[in-house]
């Protein structure tokens, strides 16, 4: 069943009118008047809903019921994201989110190719948020992660949220997942650029509290390596089973 986020309350009973981004998609999946479609809001519950209409211009739908999936992972992973260039950010987040990310902070490193400021920045994490809703209609997520405002990485590091493990992803002094963590359940976790981390940068990270992890002998492109890390947790963590 198709699956559109709205950012509006939801209520069995409720009929709305769907925004223009929703209708165009409709168009696209060639769904009609009468089918039913699921709606999400991101407060964590799903709702299935009757299109009531659908022409050129306009859509409507009547909510019929209110369902609460248990699909988020137990494992919350806040995923500070050192922006990458090309589309490598745009599927990073695309892919961390149907892995069960809970928050999104891309900041700028010493070693990021790509350089943002003012409404540039606020253009660009504006995209990263629609990827990111586009990731939850996808992968049957309810609950929408939020993408911060774009920081610097000593800003990151001044405003970390509480968690019961830090870990940075690097070669030195870095040890397995395994032995970096015991069953955490709150985890903060820094990914670096093309380049990597610089060398002052690892210390300010290991400053603030951050434990340096692996991902066996290879060394991953970062694209790959926030993923798999990822995934890594949820495995040994979370809801990987």
């Known amino acids: 069943m198709p699956r559109f986020y709205v950012?509006?309350?939801l209520n069995p009973g409720l009929m709305l009118e769907l925004p223009d981004n929703v209708l165009r998609h409709l168009h696209v999946l060639r769904v009609k008047a009468g089918e039913e479609i699921t709606l999400f809001n991101g407060n964590g519950r799903a709702y299935a809903a009757r299109l009531t209409a659908l022409e050129?211009?306009?859509a409507a739908a009547?909510?019929?019921d209110e369902a609460a999936p248990a699909n988020e992972s137990p494992l919350r992973i806040t995923l500070i994201q050192a922006v990458s260039g090309g589309e490598r950010m745009d599927f990073t987040l695309q892919k961390s989110v149907e892995l069960g990310v809970a928050e999104i902070w891309p900041v700028l490193s010493e070693?990021?190719?790509v350089r943002l400021a003012g409404e540039r920045a606020d253009k660009r994490?504006?995209?990263w948020q629609e990827i990111v809703v586009s990731a939850c209609e996808q992968s049957g997520r309810n609950v929408v992660p939020q993408v911060r405002p774009l920081q610097s990485y000593c800003?990151?590091?001044a405003d970390l949220p509480a968690a019961d493990a830090r870990l940075l992803l690097g070669l030195n002094h870095a040890?397995?997942?395994q032995k970096a963590a015991a069953a955490p359940r709150n985890i903060t976790f820094m990914v670096g650029p093309e380049g990597g981390w610089t060398a002052a940068e690892e210390q300010q990270a290991f400053a603030a509290g951050f434990q340096a992890v692996k991902l066996g002998p290879r060394v991953l492109r970062t694209e790959t390596a926030a993923l798999a890390a990822?995934?890594?947790m949820q495995v040994l963590w979370g809801d990987f089973v």
């Open 62 to 64: 009547l909510v019929l």
């Open 230 to 232: 990822i995934a890594a």
């Open 125 to 127: 994490v504006a995209r």
């Open 175 to 177: 040890q397995s997942l």
């Open 56 to 58: 050129k211009r306009r």
């Open 111 to 113: 070693r990021s190719i």
């Open 155 to 157: 800003e990151a590091l």
């Open 7 to 9: 950012s509006a309350e």
